[in-house]
């Protein structure tokens, strides 16, 4: 039996090992070609006043909390030049629509990844791979097939859509392009990465729930990678 064993597994060693090597004999290439942030509207820039009028007006808040989320969103950066949801400005962040959150999403996407891809001279056409996340937001259509569409991309083109994966998700996304990256050469590939705010907001008093209100600005960037070594 044991002989057996054996047998059986001094094959699959060699064989694990060989396509270790394989593997990493594979294109590793991964270059950023450019990215842009995405900077909203001076619209929805809010400062410390107004978030504490969006906290006073929450009337589920006692004072303990207000002070708390309060002293949480300036202790992590809430200043001045602090962007927020267009939802938050017309005063219903307890009531939104699923319009309100692809509003948001569209708005970045229509920006950012416009002018990333006209500095970077590249045509919608030629992007290979599209990977976006959005850290909490699920919409259907997914965000990478309104933006396929919205580009007029190839229909051939490699997409995948992440979400519900928090802030692991932007190395997850890079991960996947560079999995691609090993299978095909010279190829470009368009990362977008987001936070879609306007469906997010907590309206009860648990602490560690409430806290989520003030850690995420709104904001994202689109990222052009490409693995052709000449583009380097």
């Known amino acids: ?70 002293k949480a969103g300036v202790t992590l950066g809430i200043g001045d030049q602090t962007y927020s949801p267009k939802i938050m400005f017309s005063g219903r962040e307890e009531c939104p629509k699923l319009e309100d959150g692809l509003s948001e999403m569209d708005e970045f996407f229509h920006d950012s990844v416009a002018k990333v891809l006209l500095r970077a001279y590249i045509s919608p056409l ?24 919205h580009y007029k991309m190839r229909p051939d083109i490699k997409s995948f859509n992440i979400t519900g994966m928090a802030c692991s998700a932007s190395l997850i996304s890079l991960e996947i392009v560079r999995n691609v990256f090993k299978l095909y050469k010279n190829m470009f590939a368009l990362l977008v990465t987001t936070d879609s705010l306007s469906l997010d ?30 583009l380097k």
Do not use: H
């Not at 995405?38 to 929805?44: A, H």
């Not at 030629?126 to 569409?149: G, H, K, M, W, Y």
């Not at 995420?216 to 689109?222: N, T, V, Y």
């Open 201 to 230: 907001w907590y309206p009860g008093t648990d602490k560690p729930m409430i806290l989520s209100n003030c850690l995420f600005p709104s904001g994202g960037c689109a990222i052009l990678l490409t693995n052709n070594k000449s």
């Open 126 to 149: 030629e992007i290979d791979v599209l990977l976006v996340n959005v850290s909490t937001f699920a919409a259907v259509p997914s965000p990478s097939s309104r933006i396929i569409n």
């Open 1 to 70: 039996m044991e002989l057996f064993f054996l047998l059986l597994t001094i094959p699959l060693y060699v064989f694990f090992m060989l396509w270790k090597w394989v593997n990493g004999m594979r294109d590793q290439q991964c270059y950023i070609l450019d990215y842009q942030r995405y900077k909203p509207s001076d619209d929805m820039m809010a400062g410390v006043d107004f978030y504490w009028e969006v906290i006073k007006r929450n009337k589920n808040l006692g004072l303990n909390e207000s002070k708390f989320l309060l």
